[in-house]
């Protein structure tokens, strides 16, 4: 079955980076587009970036010129650089998988930007 698996996250001080990874198993990874979304306490999941297949890349405009969205066909893996963090950037970030009806979920990844 199709699985998303995420690596990275944690704990950082406000102006530094950090950067997910999200492995993806059980798909046809090159026709996905692949997205990271977040979700803060109390609020609903917002989606931060997006990479198609062919490659383009949209972002929400709070992380624009902070985090970069980008993906390695031949590996299944699509990343997410993030920096310059802002604790209004702690949140719960998720890894997504979409193709035409079909959506997969990653488990989820704590990111807690803190001084």
């Known amino acids: 079955q199709v699985q998303l698996v995420e690596s990275g996250g944690g704990l950082v001080q406000p102006g530094g980076s950090l950067r997910l990874s999200c492995v993806a198993s059980g798909l046809t990874f090159s026709v996905y587009t692949m997205s990271w979304y977040r979700q803060a306490p109390g609020k609903q999941r917002e989606l931060v970036a997006s990479?198609?297949?062919?490659?383009?890349?949209n972002y929400a405009d709070s992380v624009k010129g902070r985090f970069t969205i980008s993906r390695d066909n031949a590996k299944n893996t699509v990343y997410l650089q993030m920096n310059s963090l802002k604790p209004e950037d702690t949140a719960v970030y998720y890894c997504n998988a979409h193709f035409v009806l079909h959506d997969t979920w990653g488990q989820g990844k704590q990111v807690t930007v803190s001084s």
């Open positions: 990479v198609a297949s062919g490659g383009s890349s």
